[in-house]
């Protein structure tokens, strides 16, 4: 199949959206838990989350502006504070229930228990055994389609006990972390291997 | 573990590394392929690639500016044109060795080929699936570290027939594409399901 900008822009609505959203490859899920200023709650899932630093602890999220997924952009506005949970595939179904567009909170209506954990002001998911609690740093608007890129620093971690090795890497197939495909297409990952820091002229070896 | 950002910014370096490098969870394995003005091309792993839009076609990733993908950054700016190019597992030692600190091509040092398609302006990767043609839209900095946030346009897809489904989504699976845990950690998902568009107070049944 070749295609150019031309033929994508040519293609029915929901092909060129399954399509452009699979084109990246696997994509974590993980659900983001906010409040707004009266307390009332949201949760979304999401599947943009993207690494931007380690020292300080940094990572992105792309939020549309004119769907579901509104109340979180609102909320972390408001309050500047929001949670990452990871789906793992036992919480996978009421996870991918969260895109419905509620009026009422979305752990009321999914059945996920929100969780709070020391005074952080943004609601957790129990279930997940990987939490993060971000602190808002900036909001930087995207143009191009009036999409955001939110940029949060992590300010609280909690994660389940036998999930964190030696050195650092959590075990997020034990943790049974789930990756999707596209919108709505999801897999459990299996270990093929870990390798050893690449350097010119000497061969990759497993270190799992 | 329940860990503060003051615990995270005094853990021991390469420790914190793999932790926040792996809290986002699973993430896609990408070839970036560029070349410069001179023609002197370039390849690199991205485990960054995040959906930004699909109507124009947009996608994003972060780079360092201080690491090896530096040249992969030079090159964009310098032609406004790269590729973006699924990792498979029949590929994935060759793919992690273009993370070593080249000065030579990646292509001669890995023995991955360089395919050029049409007369797109920047080198594709022929052992890969899902092969992607980007035009550099616009790159934005990201003050709080110094990393720049990078968004093209898709204006050329060549996919092996047969991985694309009826309604647009990419099986990914049947690709072989790897998702990455971390820096170096490598995984091959297995299908749970694909889930109907949720909506409220109506059960979530299978699609696939």
Same mark, same amino acid.
């Given at each position: 199949?070749?295609?150019? *900008?031309?033929?994508?822009?040519?293609?029915?609505?929901f092909y060129r959206r399954n399509?452009?959203? #699979?084109? #990246?490859?696997?994509? #974590?899920?993980? *659900?983001?838990g906010t409040q707004n200023e009266s307390g009332t709650t949201n949760l979304a899932i999401f599947s943009s989350m993207v690494h931007v630093g380690?020292? =300080? =602890?940094? @990572?992105g999220i792309v939020s549309r502006p004119d769907s579901v997924p509104?109340?979180?952009?609102?909320?972390?506005? @408001?309050?500047?504070?929001?949670?990452?949970n990871h789906v793992n595939v036992d919480m996978l179904k009421p996870a991918h229930q969260t895109s419905a567009r509620y009026t009422a909170s979305e752990y009321e209506q999914t059945g996920l228990k929100a969780d709070y954990i020391a005074d952080f002001p943004a609601p957790f998911v129990r279930e997940s055994k990987v939490k993060i609690g971000m602190e808002l740093k900036e909001i930087i608007p995207i143009h191009l389609n009036g999409t955001y890129f939110i940029i949060g620093q992590i300010v609280l971690l909690e994660i389940d006990d036998n999930l964190v090795l030696e050195d650092g890497l959590i075990d997020i197939e034990k943790a049974a972390s789930v990756a999707v495909n596209g919108l709505d297409d999801y897999y459990l990952p299996q270990s093929i291997d870990r390798y050893s820091y690449a350097k010119p002229n000497k061969e990759i070896i497993s270190i799992k």
């Open positions: 199949m070749h295609l150019t *900008l031309e033929h994508i822009l040519g293609l029915e609505k399509l452009i959203n #699979s084109i #990246s490859g696997f994509k #974590s899920a993980n *659900l983001i380690a020292t =300080p =602890p940094l @990572q509104r109340h979180t952009l609102e909320n972390i506005k @408001q309050t500047g504070f929001y949670t990452i």
